[in-house]
């Protein structure tokens, strides 16, 4: 799940970002998105993850440490895809935590350069407020911390997380 939202926030952030509606078909985007981002891939396929994580690093959202970290969380997944059975019966060692942290660190960095660059920088409610970036914590980070609260168990602090994303969904309907 962790690597789904990971790969979600980086495609889908650049992707939305060039939206310029919709029509009968779906979405609708600006010719940019092809010619800034799609054309960024280094195998000339037009490949939207790896396009949008070069784009990334031009925008500087992420390093190319992180573009390198991305990579091995990817391969990580696709170890756990394949090889569950034997990770999950000790016939292969697997490292979750390093790999989930590393996932959850990206995707807190990534979602958070999107808030302070994109959508406070473009909020003119907010544009010369004062803001503590340490303290923005997005929603996909929430709703990741909701999930391992309830595969552990722990029910008062998933409430309580719960609860702060009840919150802020309903400050979002107002």
Not at 9 to 23: E, L
Not at 91 to 106: C, G, I, M, V, W
Request: net charge negative; charged share 30%.
């Amino acid at each position: 799940v962790a690597y789904e939202m990971l790969e979600d926030t980086i495609v889908g952030r650049v992707r939305d970002f060039f939206s310029t509606g919709f029509d009968a078909k779906g979405f609708t985007y600006s010719p940019d998105y092809a010619t800034r981002v799609l054309a960024l891939d280094p195998k000339g396929k037009g490949d939207a993850l790896r396009s949008s994580l070069v784009w990334l690093r031009q925008v500087e959202a992420i390093t190319e440490e992180d573009h390198t970290r991305f990579l091995a969380i990817k391969n990580a997944r696709n170890e756990v895809a394949h090889e569950l059975t034997s990770i999950l019966t000790g016939e292969r060692t697997f490292n979750f935590n390093d790999h989930f942290q590393s996932a959850l660190a990206l995707l807190s960095k990534i979602e958070r350069w999107w808030i302070v660059n994109v959508e406070i920088a473009t909020d003119p409610d907010l544009v010369d407020k004062e803001i503590d970036e340490d303290g923005i914590l997005p929603g996909r980070i929430l709703t990741m911390q909701i999930l391992v609260n309830v595969a552990l168990g722990n029910d008062k602090e998933t409430n309580a997380f719960l609860e702060a994303f009840r919150r802020a969904q309903a400050k979002e309907k107002c």
